[in-house]
């Protein structure tokens, strides 16, 4: 074979691998998913194992340590938020996405300590606001994703840090830049259940998430990381998702256009 003509082939060949990985990274998405506590990220760990099955890159950051968490018998605070950290590394490798981003504030709503009450909480939440500031910033998402007002169940630190990452992008022009979703239930399946979770009217879900059996298995894997929650209760979250139809339901926070000059 001439050299020329080896040459060339390596030459298109080095040109066939660089368009390929464009396209794969044209494709790739960053996700970044924003919750209050380790463990919030299994409410819909089933569509984080879908993306991430898909080749996006997803990122977890979760602001409060748990080291005052009730549901624990651990009553060393720090050794407890070393075992919810541990305990989240474990869920995010069993969803197979990124190593969670800890930003270790102790509370949102009433610090635990020297410090407590309303002024806490407001300093606790512009730490928050800032620190998430600098993520966005460093990853440039493609998609946002918050609880949003109901909470899930109406936790006030699901509320706070979805409100705190609305308010960031309001404040920042960042709307349109980095599309946020709230995460939620729709009424139509949850109205007649217990009343322990909120819910929002179905008309208002303008993104609905098919997933598979394989990344509801891995949700669910990555729920069995949390063992500071009894089993019992873990088996009946599991046994409950196991009944759902393999669909999450979303909607876009979207700002209205233009100005009027009355209410009316």
């Known amino acids: 074979m001439k050299k020329s003509s080896l040459l060339y082939i390596l030459s298109a060949l080095i040109i066939t691998i660089a368009i390929s990985c464009n396209e794969k990274q044209d494709k790739s998405k960053d996700i970044l998913v924003v919750v209050a506590h380790t463990d919030d990220e299994t409410g819909f760990g089933s569509v984080l194992a879908k993306f991430s099955r898909l080749g ?8 409060v340590d748990g080291r005052y968490a009730t549901q624990s018998g651990n009553k ?11 305990q989240a590394i474990c869920s995010c490798e069993k969803l197979g996405i990124s190593e969670p981003i800890f930003y270790d504030l102790i509370s949102l709503d009433r610090k ?7 002024r806490a909480a407001v ?6 606001r800032e620190k998430l500031k600098q993520t966005i910033l460093q990853i440039q998402p493609d998609l946002i994703i918050a609880y949003g007002p109901d909470g899930e169940y109406g936790h006030p630190e699901h509320i706070i840090v979805g409100s705190i990452v609305t308010e960031l992008l309001l404040r920042e022009k ?4 980095y599309p946020l979703y709230y995460f939620g239930w729709t009424k139509s399946l949850e109205q007649d259940n217990d009343g322990w979770i909120r819910y929002v009217d179905d008309q208002y ?4 998430i098919n997933y598979t059996d394989e990344d509801e298995q891995k949700a669910m894997e990555s729920l069995n990381c949390y063992e500071r929650m009894p089993k019992s209760e873990r088996e009946e979250i599991i046994e409950g998702e196991k009944n759902r139809k393999n669909e999450m339901y979303f909607r876009e926070f979207v700002v209205a256009k233009g100005q009027k000059q009355d209410f009316f």
Request: charged share 20%.
């Open 174 to 177: 960042w709307v349109n830049k």
């Open 76 to 86: 060393n605070p720090d050794s407890l938020a070393l075992a919810n950290k541990n």
């Open 112 to 118: 635990h300590g020297q410090k407590d009450g309303v």
């Open 56 to 63: 996006h890159n997803v990122h977890l950051v979760i602001g």
């Open 123 to 128: 300093e606790s939440g512009i730490e928050l």
């Open 205 to 208: 879900f303008n993104v609905i």
